[in-house]
């Protein structure tokens, strides 16, 4: 089955402890980004990547880092959290639009849901 | 900055009604436009999506509608059922297509 697996689901951290979510596709699809969704302003584009080795900034990346070593694996990494962090995050994989013609869009991963006290 | 700007936030239909929610982005370069429904507690899952070089899409009781000049695309749902009571966002692709700017969302409630 065509998926974006994400994991943990639910996590609760303390300010300033290093955390890790992880998000792997198996679509062989070349582009992955990350997400946060908060209550009134949609989804936010934190980063995103091309392929392996390259990523971007979304719109809003401060605080968080990203690696894409694998084609398949798209960590998110938050080295220090804070409380502005609490929020639901989603990995998502598409086609590369750089492409070509085709359907760009979104899988998205099942989310995961952080507070950080 | 580019933007993405959706309307209305909340709307309410009588089932058997049509639904129809519309957004306006800011950058002229924009090629592509996805629709996605949120239900309560679950991932965005794309139901539609247009290129910039279409006008119109439909597929069953959606239809997406595009109008490059004034830089505006709504998501026409017919005939609704309860169902489709979620939130939709619709989002733009920018930048060469690699950034995505969404929309706030729209709830949908679909009254039986």
């Known amino acids: 089955e065509a998926q974006v697996t994400q994991n943990p689901r639910y996590l609760i951290t303390v300010t300033g402890k290093k955390l890790t979510v992880t998000c792997s596709q198996n679509?062989?699809?070349?582009?992955m980004s990350w997400y946060r969704q908060d209550p009134g302003l949609g989804l936010r584009q934190i980063y995103y990547?091309?392929?392996?080795?390259?990523?971007d900034k979304g719109d809003v990346p401060e605080g968080y880092k990203v690696s894409r070593k694998e084609k398949r694996n798209f960590p998110l990494i938050l080295e220090s959290p804070s409380p502005n962090q609490t929020s639901l995050y989603f990995c998502a994989s598409s086609l590369s639009p750089g492409q070509g013609a085709g359907n760009y869009g979104y899988t998205f991963g099942s989310g995961t849901r952080l507070t950080v006290v | 900055g580019e933007n993405v700007e959706q309307h209305p936030s909340t709307l309410s239909v009588q089932e058997g009604d049509s639904a129809v929610i519309k957004c306006t982005y800011s950058d002229s370069a924009s090629n592509y436009f996805p629709w996605y429904k949120q239900e309560l507690g679950k991932r965005p899952q794309l139901i539609i999506d247009?290129?910039?070089?279409?006008g119109e899409k439909k597929d069953q009781r959606i239809a997406v509608t595009l109008n490059k000049t004034a830089k505006h695309f709504s998501l026409h749902i017919t005939e609704t059922q309860p169902e489709d009571s979620a939130v939709y966002f619709c989002?733009?692709?920018?930048?060469?297509?690699?950034?995505?700017?969404f929309g706030a969302g729209t709830r949908l409630f679909v009254k039986a």
């Open positions: 990547s091309m392929n392996v080795e390259v990523t």
């Open positions: 247009i290129r910039s070089n279409v």
């Open positions: 989002a733009a692709y920018i930048g060469g297509g690699f950034k995505t700017i």
């Open positions: 679509m062989n699809h070349e582009y």
